[in-house]
């Protein structure tokens, strides 16, 4: 069975800085990738997504690596800003169109 | 082009009742899913609908059912409502066509309280 972990909960930054997500799942057999950023009360908005023969992919400030043999990602975020503040799901493609998640980063990037 | 909607956006129900969440996927999406996010158990996989078909459910009582239409709109069902069905259901499209594994779009979320 699939697990997804999210390291570290939770995340305080002053604004400005660099920061790293993680994320590492036990099962290797994945068709892709998904970074999700979940604000209070809301849906999930895609960030970035990263197909299992993909090293990494970017979007402005941010970049997600993959390295599936050892079952880890990482989403980078760049010169971070109060409007980050959000939950950062990382979730993973298996069999049947079925997304695992991890368990989120709460990040807050104070003013 | 419009994004998942889903309704109603929030409810409250009593114990014992049953509810019937809808969802609209994007325009041309084919593949609906529907998850369940509580506090506790996180991000859970309900189940997968593709052109009318269930292709993949996850590990909840047969209380919880769904349905998905021609028009790719799809609706869960819960019976017998629990406290702990207290919950945001989220609804999630993609196109999923052939071997083609694509970004999946979620919606806001229908928010559940059983009281």
Redesign the interface.
């Given at each position: 069975k699939q697990e997804v972990t999210q390291i570290p909960a939770a995340l305080s930054v002053p604004e400005g800085e660099n920061l790293v997500l993680n994320c590492s799942f036990t099962d290797s057999a994945i068709?892709?990738l998904?970074w999700?950023r979940q604000d209070p009360?809301?849906?999930?908005?895609?960030l970035l997504?990263i197909?299992s023969s993909q090293r990494e992919q970017t979007s402005g400030r941010l970049n997600a690596s993959l390295d599936k043999s050892s079952g880890r990602s990482t989403l980078y975020i760049a010169a971070s800003q109060p409007g980050d503040s959000a939950t950062y799901?990382c979730?993973v493609?298996g069999?049947?169109?079925?997304?695992?998640?991890?368990?989120?980063t709460r990040l807050m990037v104070k003013p | 082009k419009a994004g998942v909607t889903q309704t109603p956006r929030y409810l409250i129900k009593t114990r014992g009742q049953q509810v019937t969440l809808s969802c609209s996927p994007i325009s041309g999406h084919r593949s609906v899913s529907w998850y369940q996010q509580t506090p506790g158990q996180g991000l859970q996989f309900l189940f997968e609908y593709f052109s009318e078909t269930q292709r993949n459910k996850g590990n909840f009582p047969g209380r919880f059912s769904g349905r998905q239409f021609s028009n790719s709109r799809s609706e869960m069902n819960v019976s017998t409502l629990e406290l702990g069905d207290s919950a945001l259901y989220l609804c999630a499209s993609s196109p999923n066509t052939g071997g083609n594994w694509n970004t999946i779009y979620f919606g806001e979320g229908s928010w559940l309280t059983v009281v």
């Open positions: 068709y892709n998904q999700f009360g809301k849906g999930l908005t895609s997504l197909q799901l979730a493609l069999a049947g169109n079925m997304l695992t998640f991890g368990g989120g | -």
